[in-house]
């Protein structure tokens, strides 16, 4: 059987999904390549527009490095996760959760609801919280399931709902006046969660979206008889706990005792102490800072004893290559775009965001914006990043059009989410846990794109239909 072949008994839906898979396996290149490609696009675009080459590779230099903190949180997220996942504790609630599907077409889409709801609270979370899940499904014998469809199901957190949740960076922006840019504020007012994430048009998005996504997934997974396993895809799922150690010499004692651990853990509990009662814990959790030393601190604590818990880490570090290689090129993307102006004075970035603007009407609003968020998306993946750049004309033209602003703010939550399904940016995490790479879940996640644009569209389009405009309320 060639590679590109997919068995006649698969469902419709199932082989479809299977010839995206296979193409994409011959043909989507490596994901540092990927990233390189787009680096040269939008060099091409800007030079088109008059830029000088000189300024070009100056906003690539200079844009390299400008992701490197974010870079280095993404890589955290990998290794906290990792270590939390790892311990004796963590390691027993995977597996009993591993232990509820029973078929592989219900495996795959329960890794798709665990990953979508751990979304809500956390994107970071849904990662490696569903990187796990799956590896601990691919442990158990009785289960025939497609590994590289139960990737992709764990990847839909990050590529369907996340920022419909309480983690979405540009609704926790316009809620805290305190962390928006002045111009913003201007324009926008605060706008709480009461009107953008906690809208009932929302929950009706975010049921929708679920729902259909967890439909797709179980339908387009591969049966027993053509799924390819871990062993398959050439990952080694295997995990058997470090024998515990003891000390064979004195300087050795302190590694083998849970004293540090316990002080260590302390003076952070102080910290977080802090941070949780002088912000809403929603806005607290959310910070990635917090999050990892939150996860690192709990990571430690389960290992009990330093040597584990640094055995945990070192076995994680191998994971985040592709982070580590691939980020900085997405900070020199968004540079180009947004820093090299043209013969006319202006960025390729604002370019794209005038076309838009100048066609919107009160109608196609949501439509056009939507768009516009989801292929801006896809050069410069950063949900907060991106906001800062766009809010002050997308929501200008909200004003000018008598647009509930609450909504806008959600149209570009949906949009952001979409360019996710096939850009690797937020996927490398994941990547690196399950030990794939994107061009094997790329093919899944196509499928699951055809089928969300359209109807994140439409939803925005009639659930927007339904919101009055309400003024900007200053601080």
Same mark, same amino acid.
């Given at each position: ?38 680096? &040269? ?26 992701? =490197? ?9 990998? =290794? ?50 569903? @990187? ?24 839909? @957190? ?64 591969? %049966?027993?008889? %053509? ?71 709990? @990571?430690?604590? &389960? ?32 540079? =180009? ?23 919107? %009407? ?25 906001? =800062? ?7 200008? #033209? ?10 806008? /703010? ?7 989410? &979409? ?27 196509? #499928? ?9 569209? /439409? ?13 900007? /309320?200053?601080?």
């Amino acid at each position: 059987m060639s590679s590109l072949s997919v068995p006649l008994e698969e469902s419709r839906s199932a082989r479809f999904a299977m010839r995206c898979s296979n193409w994409a396996e011959r043909w989507f290149p490596d994901s540092w390549v990927f990233a390189v490609v787009g680096v &040269l696009i939008v060099t091409l675009a800007v030079m088109a527009l008059g830029a000088a080459p000189t300024d070009a590779a100056k906003a690539f230099g200079d844009g390299f490095w400008s992701l =490197i903190p974010f870079t280095m949180q993404m890589a955290f997220v990998v =290794i906290g996760g990792y270590v939390v996942a790892s311990s004796g504790p963590a390691s027993r609630l995977i597996d009993r959760l591993a232990r509820v599907p029973k078929n592989g077409r219900s495996a795959v889409a329960w890794v798709a609801l665990v990953s979508m709801l751990a979304s809500l609270l956390n994107w970071g979370l849904s990662l490696v919280f569903g @990187g796990l899940l799956v590896r601990a499904l691919a442990r158990r014998t009785d289960l025939r399931m497609d590994y590289r469809a139960a990737g992709a199901a764990a990847y839909l @957190g990050l590529g369907a709902v996340w920022a419909l949740g309480l983690s979405s960076s540009a609704a926790q922006l316009q809620a805290n006046p305190a962390s928006l840019p002045p111009g913003i504020l201007q324009i926008t007012g605060v706008i709480p969660f009461t009107e953008t994430i906690f809208l009932w048009q929302s929950g009706v998005m975010l049921l929708a979206l679920v729902v259909v996504s967890l439909v797709i997934a179980y339908v387009t997974a591969p %049966s027993a008889a %053509s799924a390819r396993d871990a062993k398959a895809c050439n990952v080694d799922v295997s995990f058997t706990p470090p024998p515990v150690l003891k000390p064979t010499r004195p300087g050795e004692w302190l590694e083998h005792s849970p004293l540090l651990i316990i002080l260590l853990v302390l003076l952070a509990g102080g910290w977080l102490y802090h941070e949780f009662s002088t912000k809403p814990a929603i806005l607290a959790i959310s910070g990635l800072n917090t999050y990892n030393l939150l996860f690192l601190m709990l @990571g430690a604590l &389960l290992h009990w004893r330093p040597r584990s818990f640094l055995d945990a880490v070192a076995r994680a570090v191998p994971t985040t290559t592709g982070v580590l290689i691939q980020f900085p090129l997405y900070g020199s993307i968004a540079a =180009i775009m947004t820093g090299v102006p043209g013969s006319d004075g202006q960025s390729l970035a604002h370019h794209i965001s005038t076309f838009f603007v100048q066609i919107a %009407s009160h109608d196609t609003y949501a439509v056009l914006m939507g768009v516009y968020s989801a292929v801006l998306g896809f050069f410069i993946p950063s949900g907060g990043g991106k906001w =800062i750049i766009e809010a002050p004309y997308v929501m200008q #033209v909200a004003n000018e059009l008598q647009y509930h602003l609450g909504w806008a /703010v959600q149209i570009y939550n949906a949009a952001e989410a &979409l360019p996710n399904l096939i850009n690797p940016f937020y996927m490398l995490p994941l990547l690196g846990v399950l030990g794939l790479r994107a061009r094997d879940l790329i093919g899944f996640t196509f #499928v699951q794109l055809l089928v969300h644009i359209p109807l994140v569209l /439409v939803l925005l389009w009639a659930l927007g239909s339904t919101l009055a405009y309400v003024a900007p /309320v200053m601080p």
